[in-house]
């Protein structure tokens, strides 16, 4: 081989290790500190008619935009999250909302049954002709729907089946609605365990947890029914129970829903417009609490 020969081949293997190492140089780092987008869990309480002021709330981290990654409801707030969580557009579900009647939902009957004096079927079938999609798992947004095992006292975490169906059982107020069998469980209101599941959503992965809870004012003086009794009973059980599970959140917004009954239709307007407002003060601290999670 000739010196020019040898010359062109070392030549050739230097340039080619210099490429090589070009090319590693380029290569883009991963940045320190940098988590990447947190997994945020949005937790809607429950609490009957009061639950409109979720609607204001999702409205508010809609224009935000606030990412939510999952939604985890118990009884109202697993009928609001579920049908959020089907479409996420919070002007067509303030638009349903308002077209809601109490009577579309609630069968009460003259004639009670041994198990409660609302069978749920009007509940249930409202969400069937309301959400498009029909099972669980098939949510646009993760949705984690909350209810109680009537036989064991465990708190059940409903993931697949039937959206409606699972709704149905999530929102049963014991005494009120009759308890619905869902699988082999026997099923009522998720609130009777866990009213604001905070805990569900870090179980589910949540790195950082806004949780809505609409029991921070139970007070109520307008009780005139034995459907108002247990309604009350119930909220002020699970105001006990919420104490211990917004632990589990980083933010807690919390609208003023007093004065507002069970089975109170009227109050629509007012409700959403505090959750609006509750939530637009919790929007600093929602910032930060990413802003932390991120590491700046």
């Known amino acids: 081989m000739t010196n020019i020969n040898k010359s062109f081949i070392f030549l050739v293997i230097v340039l080619t290790g210099i490429v090589m190492i070009s090319c590693q140089t380029?290569?883009?780092?991963?940045?320190?500190?940098?988590?990447?987008?947190?997994?945020?869990?949005?937790?809607?309480?429950?609490?009957?008619?009061?639950?409109?002021?979720?609607?204001?709330?999702?409205?508010?981290?809609?224009?935000?935009k606030i990412p939510i990654h999952m939604i985890v409801g118990t009884s109202v707030g697993s009928l609001i999250g579920g049908i959020y969580a089907s479409k996420p557009d919070s002007f067509q579900l303030e638009w349903i909302a308002f077209k809601i009647d109490k009577n579309d939902i609630l069968d009460l009957s003259i004639v009670y049954s041994k198990l409660g004096p609302a069978q749920g079927t009007k509940l249930e079938a409202f969400v069937d002709q309301t959400v498009a999609?029909?099972?669980?798992?098939?949510?646009?947004?993760?949705?984690?729907?909350?209810?109680t095992d009537l036989n064991t006292g465990e708190t059940i975490i409903l993931e697949k089946g039937s959206i409606s169906k699972a709704i149905r059982a999530s929102s049963a107020i014991p005494g009120i609605f009759v308890p619905v069998t869902f699988g082999n469980r026997l099923l009522v209101d998720g609130g009777v365990t866990n009213s604001t599941p905070c805990d569900i959503a870090r179980s589910k992965g949540a790195d950082i947890v806004i949780a809505v809870n609409l029991l921070k004012n139970i007070k109520e003086y307008n009780i005139n029914s034995l459907v108002d009794i247990i309604g009350q009973s119930v909220n002020i059980m699970m105001h006990q129970s919420n104490k211990a599970k917004l632990k589990f959140a980083d933010v807690v917004i919390e609208p003023d829903t007093k004065g507002v009954s069970i089975f109170d239709f009227s109050q629509k307007k007012m409700l959403m417009e505090e959750g609006i407002k509750a939530a637009r003060a919790a929007i600093p601290q929602i910032r930060e609490a990413i802003a932390r999670y991120n590491g700046n």
């Open 26 to 64: 380029i290569q883009k780092l991963p940045e320190v500190g940098k988590k990447g987008e947190p997994k945020i869990a949005l937790v809607l309480g429950g609490g009957s008619a009061k639950g409109f002021a979720h609607i204001g709330v999702l409205r508010v981290l809609e224009q935000e």
């Open 133 to 147: 999609v029909k099972k669980i798992e098939d949510t646009k947004i993760p949705f984690f729907p909350i209810a």
